[in-house]
């Protein structure tokens, strides 16, 4: 990855600051209300370029409306967010990052190809989408359609979209969710693939095993807090989850 590809000239938030360049993300005390209910309640985390970052928590503890605030869907009712050293809700953020679709967002009968399309015409096709179905094992694929794709495949073709726009960031949600064991691997695999590709990546994830396995950091969210930030090993994931966020 070059240095900065893309990056605004004219960043609203100003350039980054000393060190901040390797800071991909960084919110402080960000809150989110709806209504009488605080989503999320003065979270605060930074994220280094490079780095997978999880993000995991039951159930409503505010996983995604983090992420929303964090890809410019929704703005927050306090707090202070960067990324890409900028505000994410600008187009010129915007255009740099990538988020990964749910399981029911393309329909089954759009092909590959024509899925790559629209993608890439709606990102102004930073870059040519054959590649990437090349690289992510689906050329051979670009004629078929959605719905005739094994779930593997399907998890491919929704990383391919993510980086259709050559994004320095890349959202993950649940992207194991209901796949086979083998299937799982094969994603986190892909994951892996982006991390040694230099990308910067945030991972939701219901799964401690998953996160435990890709992830070098944790936030670990409970009724919209933060409760804990770490490496997986420091909090030895799998045994302070249930005592950070309580059972169901
Ligand atoms: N648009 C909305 N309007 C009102 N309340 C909402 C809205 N979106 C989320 N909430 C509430 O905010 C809280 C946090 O939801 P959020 O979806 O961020 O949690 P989550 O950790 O992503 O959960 P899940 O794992 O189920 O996706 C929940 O109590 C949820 O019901």
Not at 43 to 50: C, E, I, N, Q, T
Not at 154 to 180: M, S, Y
Request: one cysteine or more; hydrophobic letters at 45%.
């Amino acid at each position: 990855m070059d240095d900065e590809p893309g990056h605004p000239p004219h960043d609203p938030a100003g350039p980054f600051r000393g060190d901040d360049r390797r800071m991909v993300i960084e919110i402080s005390g960000l809150t989110k209300r709806y209504g009488g209910l605080s989503a999320v309640d003065g979270v605060s985390f930074a994220v280094d370029r490079g780095e997978v970052f999880g993000i995991v928590g039951r159930n409503g503890a505010g996983k995604t409306t983090t992420v929303e605030c964090l890809t410019g869907l929704r703005a927050p009712d306090a707090g202070r967010i960067r990324v890409l050293g900028g505000d994410p809700a600008t187009p010129a953020v915007r255009a740099r990052i990538g988020v990964q679709l749910q399981q029911a967002a393309l329909p089954d009968r759009m092909r590959v190809g024509e899925a790559m399309t629209l993608f890439a015409t709606a990102y102004g096709r930073r870059r040519p989408w054959q590649g990437l179905l090349d690289e992510w094992g689906l050329a051979d694929r670009a004629r078929a359609a959605f719905g005739s794709l094994s779930g593997g495949q399907r998890q491919r073709l929704f990383i391919a979209l993510a980086l259709v726009n050559d994004p320095d960031l890349v959202f993950l949600d649940e992207i194991t969710a209901g796949l086979d064991p083998e299937a799982r691997q094969e994603t986190w695999a892909l994951v892996r693939r982006l991390r040694a590709r230099g990308g910067t990546v945030v991972l939701v994830s219901h799964d401690l095993a998953e996160v435990a396995a890709l992830c070098d950091r944790v936030a670990v969210l409970a009724g919209g807090r933060l409760v804990a930030l770490d490496t997986p090993a420091a909090l030895d994931l799998e045994s302070a989850y249930f005592t950070l966020v309580g059972r169901e």
